[in-house]
């Protein structure tokens, strides 16, 4: 039997080095992402760590305003603790949280994950011919400076 997932949305729990490492290195929909970036992308939004006996095996966060919609974006269990449950239970915590009730919708993307998705209510679109996207797929391997405005 595994042992039990402890979900927390503690920021200063966060092993921001591994999240890094993880989606850098490992995840196919951000290698190469600079750390800086992943810094931002963490506070500007809600987190969910997993953790066994202190150490960080799971993510997800999740960008919303709280009343209309939400995003769910890079989630990952570590390659060595997969297939346990784990991501069915972090997914149910981000699913369960107080903030997050009550949204007409809630989406992500995913190229490999739509069967663990769909058991949690998620589908493809109902109308994907009204919903748009600039994607920037290579935006990571590019040198870039950060944008200023004038205040």
């Known amino acids: 039997m595994s042992a039990t997932l402890r979900i927390s949305t503690d920021r200063s729990e966060l092993d921001v080095d591994a999240i ?19 810094e931002r992308a963490i506070a500007g939004s809600l987190c969910f760590g997993g953790y066994l006996d202190g150490q960080q095996v799971a993510f997800a966060r999740v960008v919303s305003d709280y009343a209309t919609f939400a995003y769910l974006a890079d989630v990952f269990v570590l390659t060595a603790y997969r297939g346990r449950g784990y991501a069915k239970t972090l997914m149910a915590a981000v699913l369960a949280h107080p903030e997050l009730q009550g949204l007409r919708r809630f989406s992500l993307a995913t190229s490999d994950a739509h069967a ?30 950060p944008h200023e405005f004038p205040a």
Do not use: C
Request: aromatic content about 14%.
């Open 20 to 38: 890094h490492r993880f989606l850098a290195g490992e995840a196919y929909w951000s290698r190469g992402i600079p750390r800086a970036t992943v």
């Open 116 to 145: 663990l998705y769909a058991t949690f209510g998620f589908t493809a679109p109902a109308r994907p011919e009204t919903l748009m996207e600039k994607l920037v797929p290579d935006i990571y391997s590019r040198h870039q400076e």
